[in-house]
């Protein structure tokens, strides 16, 4: 199980696509935590840190694109990887926000997976390259 002990939080307005998602996540392992907006998406991350965020662009209140740049200032290293159905250059709106990633809906479940994969060893790998100097510092 590729999830087994991470914590992904996923910001879904659609009922459906929202249970979908924690279906697919759980099944893999991971500790899945839901939200039905951007805005309570940020706020759950203000109370815990996420190995990994999945979330819609189109959603009330706050949508996707902004919980990313939102997102960045609660927990900066943490991977964001944005949906949406839209036509537009999702890929160039992702990389403007900071986002890891990002899929086209309706997407593969194993491409989804499989990216979340890649962006959370992507965040491991940073953190084993800190100089140890740097780490003490932080913990002071």
């Given amino acids: 199980m590729d999830g087994y002990g991470k914590r992904v939080l996923i910001a879904e307005d659609d009922e459906d696509a929202r249970n979908l998602l924690i279906m697919v996540l759980e099944k893999s392992g991971y500790s899945v935590r839901a939200a039905l907006d951007g805005r309570q998406a940020l706020e759950e991350m203000k109370k ?42 999702l890929a160039d709106m992702a990389e403007q926000g900071g986002a890891y990633g990002c899929l086209r809906k309706p997407y593969n479940a194993a491409e989804l997976l499989g990216l979340m994969r890649n962006a959370i060893l992507s965040v491991q790998e940073r953190r084993s390259h800190t100089p140890m100097s740097e780490s003490l510092s932080a913990c002071q």
């Fill in 48 to 89: 815990r840190r996420f190995d990994v965020v999945v979330t819609d662009h189109h959603m009330p209140k706050m949508n996707g694109f902004q919980l990313v740049l939102l997102g960045r200032l609660v927990w900066p290293n943490t991977p964001m990887i944005l949906l949406s159905a839209d036509d537009t250059s």
